[in-house]
């Protein structure tokens, strides 16, 4: 079936390295990818969203890229910082009813 | 404040005993939604609502219902709890959902333990 998954579970990174999360996703049909964070005792926050006839975007310390060819999304951190320390999710949507659908989540970690 | 609340942040109950866990957002959205969240499963989608009386099924539905009379509050009703309903839950809202995408946010989450 359609699915939404991360290459791996942990990531560990040096304060002021860049960091980068890779997700793969399954339904070429999606429509919007949105990254998520969540911090330990909090709801996922929102990071950044790009929309499938995109390949960049960028915010603040943030950038997507979205690989259509391989169904490879990531996330990119500039200058990481401790508070980056948290869980990430990537998320599509997709269908007629926007259905959002969440990877399983992976630890980034900031070593100071 | 922009927020999404929910009621009570933790709950620890007996298998059967009929519970309502409260979410209510003051933005005005339209589209709100109940996730479970467990390790190593990611966030699951249970009910989502678009609008005011209109739900549909997420992904994990059994067990649980919802309702939305009114726009702002969409409760979670668990009428027998059971063991495996043991999780973290998370209420969410946006503006409507669609090809135009808006950030939804969500609330700080619900610890329940089923025993």
Redesign the interface.
Known sequence: GESVGLHLPTLSVQEGDNSIINCAYSNSAS??F?WYKQES??????II?I?SNMDKRQGQRVTVLLNKTVKHLSLQIAATQPGDSAVY?CAE?SGA?????????ITLSVRP | EAQVTQNPRYLITVTGKKLTVTCSQNMNHEYMSWYRQDPGLGLRQIYYSMNVEVTDKGDVPEGYKVSRKEKRNFPLILESPSPNQTSLYFCASSFRQGWSYNEQFFGPGTRLTVL
């Open positions: 429509d919007y949105i005792g909090k709801g996922p926050q929102f969203d929309r999710f949507i009813n926007s259905k959002l659908t969440f990877g399983k989540g």
